[in-house]
T-cell receptor
Framework: QKEVEQDPGPLSVPEGAIVSLNCTYS??????FMWYRQYSRKGPELLMY????GNKEDGRFTAQVDKSSKYISLFIRDSQPSDSATYLCAMRPIEGRQLTFGSGTQLTVLP | NAGVTQTPKFRILKIGQSMTLQCAQDMNHNYMYWYRQDPGMGLKLIYYSVGAGITDKGEVPNGYNVSRSTTEDFPLRLELAAPSQTSVYFC?????????????FGPGTRLLVL
């Protein structure tokens, strides 16, 4: 079993839709949770960063962490064609030096 | 401020050849990382460094070597290229030691081994 499982997609939605991207994990030591966005043929860039359980909102993006279920989500409201990218979840323990990444979900937002 | 730079952008190698992938950062970051990304497989950590002169293995280090003689540079060496090393390689850096975990990634090097 992989430490981090991510819905592979691909996911295709119409412009304006609400998108839900999800990851599950097995290591209860993970405390820091991140979402990276990767455009085609580019390096990943940090989108959202959360610590432990709870929600964090930034504009149209909301990151949610449920440590009891070992489940994290990224919600995108009013999705735009510019949101079309691969989204990678990543996480690490408090003292960890390395991130563990999910396999990524490819999202296409159709105009 | 260029951030993280990688060269070359693309390279074709023959089986058994060697090459060095270059990575440099101008943000004075302590931590640097090398990942490989295969289609649909996410990012796998090859090696990382927490400062000049200090390196450690990641998840998939076999077939690779690294060195960190300066804070800025973190080259990745492939000694005997194999088809299994065909991948996209990303270098990343972060300051380290703080709450915020922002890894800055380079644009990647696409490697094809034939």
């Amino acid at each position: 079993q992989k430490e981090v499982e991510q819905d592979p997609g691909p996911l295709s939605v119409p412009e304006g839709a609400i998108v839900s991207l999800n990851c599950t994990y097995s290591n209860s030591a993970f405390q820091y949770f991140m979402w990276y966005r990767q455009y085609s043929r580019k390096g990943p860039e940090l989108l959202m960063y959360t610590y432990s359980s709870g929600n964090k909102e930034d504009g149209r993006f909301t990151a949610q962490v449920d440590k009891s279920s070992k489940y994290i989500s990224l919600f995108i409201r009013d999705s735009q064609p510019s949101d079309s990218a691969t989204y990678l979840c990543a996480m690490r323990p408090i003292e960890g030096r390395q991130l563990t990444f999910g396999s990524g979900t490819q999202l296409t937002v159709l105009p | 401020n260029a951030g993280v730079t990688q060269t070359p952008k693309f390279r074709i190698l023959k089986i058994g050849q060697s090459m060095t992938l270059q990575c440099a950062q101008d943000m004075n970051h302590n931590y640097m990382y090398w990942y490989r990304q295969d289609p649909g497989m996410g990012l796998k950590l090859i090696y990382y460094s927490v400062g000049a002169g200090i390196t450690d293995k990641g998840e998939v280090p076999n077939g690779y070597n690294v060195s960190r003689s300066t804070t800025e540079d973190f080259p990745l060496r492939l000694e005997l290229a194999a088809p299994s090393q065909t991948s996209v390689y990303f270098c990343a850096s972060r300051q380290g030691g703080g709450f915020q975990e922002t890894q800055y990634f380079g644009p990647g090097t696409r490697l094809l081994v034939l």
